[in-house]
C-alpha cells in the first residue's frame, strides 16, 4: 500500500500547499501571522479563493489552473493590505510564541493522524467509493478538466444544473491540472487535504475563539478532531458528499471570524467584515447549507453578544443599535433558510429513532451505531465542571446545544412534525447531514474541559518535587496517551471501517466491479478521442468520462434525457429490427455502447427498467463486439 501511494506524493503536496499559499499571503498581508485564532484561518481562506477564482476565471477568458488562484490572491492580499494601512498598521494582536507553536504542532500532528486514517479507509489512491452521488462528482472533476472550466455555472452541465458548489470540485480539478494525475487519485488526495488540515485548522482556530486563546485548548481542539466517525469519515461513506465536507470543514472558519467581530478593535473592524464575506463566500461556493450550518451556530452567539452589549452600556441609543442588529441578523437568517429550502423530492428522508434516542446519540457524538465518543464525554464533563465554576463560559457550550437540537429533530422527529420541515429541509431532513455538525460543536466544548483537566493536572506536577526533564517526559506521554485514546477510539474506527469497505472494488460492487473497472480503463486506447459512447448511468458506465475521458451521452442518472436518449435506454436492444434506434443513434452520434449488465447503483427496480433496453445486448447486425471482461462488453455501432 505504501508504494501504491507513493505515486500519489506530488498530487497531495499540490493539494496542500493549494489550501496553503494564497490564504497565508492573504493573511500575512491583512491581518499577520502572529496571532494563531488568525493562522488557522489561512486553509479556509485558501478554499474561498480557489472557488472563487474558479467562478471569476471564464469571465475574464482563463482557463483553469494556478494562474487565475494566483492573480486573485494577489488582488486580495492588495485589498487586505490596503485596509490595513487605513487601520494605520495594526495587525491582529500577537500570541506569545508559546501559544503558536504549541497551536502549529497540534495541526501538525492532526495532519498527519488523519491523513494515515484515510490513507489506510481508502487503500489504494486509484480507488473510489462504490457510492451513488460518486458518480457525479468524479464526472464533474473530469468535465472542469476538459473544459478547463471548474465554475459553479459550468460543472453543474453534468446533470444539467445551472449552478452547483464549486469548491470541492475546483481543487480537484486543479490537482489534476496541474499534475495530469487521474481523477481518482486527485479526489482522493484532495479529500485528505480538507479533512487532515482545512478541518482541522478551521474546527481549532473556533476553539480558541470560544475556549480561550490557550494552548491546551489548541491541542485538545486538533487532537479531538481526528477522533469523530461524524466527520468528516462519515461523509465518505454516504452519499458520498465530497462538497459538503468542504464546506463543513470550512464552517468553523466562518463562526470563528462572526464571534470575533463583535470583539474587533474599530481599526481592525472593516477587515475582519471583509475576511467574513470572503469566508462565508467560500462557505456557500463548497455547499449553501454549510453558510446556513455556520448560521444557526453563530447566531446564538452573537444575538448573545449584543444582548450583553446593552446591558453594559445601559444607553437608549446602545439599545437600539443591539436591537436592529439583532433583528437584522434574524431576518438574513429567514430569507437563508427560504432562499435554501429543498424539493420534497429531495428531502424525503425518514427519522431513525425515537428523540430520546436521538439525543443520547448527539450527546455522544455517535450517531449511526458508532460507539461513543468516550475521551470526548470525558472532556464535556471537565468542561460542565468549568462553567459551573465560571458561568460566563457557558456560551461555549451554545454550539454544541444547537447541533444536538439539530440532529435530534431530523433524526428523531417524524416528517409531518412541523419543526422538521421548518428548520431542517435545507439539510433534507438528512439526519446524516445534521449528525456531521455534532463535532464541530461538540469540539470547542471538550476542548475547554481539556484545558480545564489541563491545569489540574498542571497544578498536581507542581505539587511534586520533579525535575523539568521529568515533567516534560509526562506531558509527552499524556499528549501521546491522548492522541492515541481520540484517534484511534472506537467511534472513529468503525466510521473509517465503512469508508474502507465503500471504497473497496469487488465482483458485487454496484458502481464499478474490477472488470468494469479494468475495461474503462483501456477504453482510451480502443475508442477515438471524439467519440460519444451510450450506456446505463445506473450501472456506472458513465463513468467512462471519468475515467477514460471519453465523451457519454448521460454524465449522471439526474439530469434532462433528450427523446433519442430515452428511446436507446429502452430499445436499443432491438437495433437490428427497429430502425429508429438507427435514427436516435445518427441523431446523437453514437459511436459506442458500454454494456454493465442490470446491477444497478440505486437498486430500484422502477429506476431500473428504463434502462433495460439498453443492458445485457447481444452481438449482431449493427452491434460489433470490441472487448469485454467478465460482464462488461464494449461494443462498436456499425452500419446506422
Known sequence: MIESWSAAIAPFTVAVLALILPGAVIVAAGWGIRNAKTLLLVPATSAAVIAAAAVLAPLVGMRWSFLPVLALTILIGAVAFGLRRLARGLASPADTPHLVWWTVGALATAFVVISAQLVWAFADPDNIAQRFDNIVHLNSVR????????????????????????AWHALASLVSVTTSATVPVAVNVANIAVSALLWPASVTGLAL????????????????????????????????????????????????????????????????????????????????????????????????????????VRTLRASVRSGVGAAALLAFGLILWIAGRTSAEH??????????????????????????????????????????????????AVPFAVTVFLFVIASGTPREFFLREALT?????????????????????????????ADRLGD????????????????????????LSVAAAGNVRGALSQVREAYSSTPDSLLLSPDERALLERLGDEVPEDALIAGSPRTGASLALAIAGRDVTEMHVFGTRSDDELYLDAHLRDIDEDPRVCGSIRALGVDYVLDFGDRDILDSAEGAQAYAGIQNLAPGEHLELVDSQGDARLFQVVGC
Open 143 to 166: 468535465y472542469a478538466v476538459e473544459t478547463a472550466n471548474a465554475s459553479a455555472f459550468n460543472i453543474g452541465a453534468t446533470s444539467d444544473i445551472a449552478f452547483y458548489p464549486n
Open 209 to 312: 475563539t470560544l475556549a480561550g486563546e490557550r494552548a491546551a485548548v489548541a491541542v485538545s481542539a486538533a487532537v479531538l478532531s481526528t477522533g469523530f466517525g461524524a466527520f468528516p469519515a462519515l461523509f465518505f461513506n454516504w452519499g458520498v458528499l465530497y462538497p459538503n465536507a468542504t464546506g463543513y470543514a470550512v464552517a468553523p472558519a466562518v463562526i470563528a471570524v462572526a464571534i470575533r467581530l463583535g470583539r474587533s478593535p474599530r481599526p481592525l473592524l472593516l477587515r475582519d467584515v471583509a475576511l467574513l464575506l470572503l469566508l462565508a463566500g467560500g462557505a456557500f461556493l463548497a455547499h449553501p447549507n454549510a453558510l446556513l450550518v455556520a448560521y444557526a451556530l453563530s447566531t446564538p452567539l452573537v444575538l448573545i453578544q449584543l444582548l450583553q452589549h446593552a446591558l453594559h
Open 347 to 396: 428531502s424525503g428522508w425518514d427519522r431513525w429513532q425515537s428523540a430520546a434516542q436521538a439525543f443520547g446519540e448527539g450527546l455522544l457524538a455517535a450517531p449511526r451505531g458508532f460507539a461513543p465518543a468516550f475521551v470526548a464525554a470525558v472532556l464535556l464533563g471537565a468542561a460542565v465542571v468549568a462553567i459551573v465554576r465560571r458561568p460566563s463560559l457557558f456560551v461555549v
Open 425 to 453: 429541509n435545507p439539510w433534507y431532513n438528512d439526519a446524516n447531514r445534521l449528525a456531521a455538525m455534532l463535532p464541530m460543536g461538540m469540539i470547542p466544548l471538550a476542548a475547554l474541559g481539556g484545558a480545564y483537566l
Open 460 to 483: 498536581l506536577m507542581r505539587s511534586w518535587s520533579w525535575s523539568r526533564s521529568a515533567r516534560g517526559a509526562a506531558i509527552v506521554a499524556v499528549l501521546v496517551v491522548f492522541t
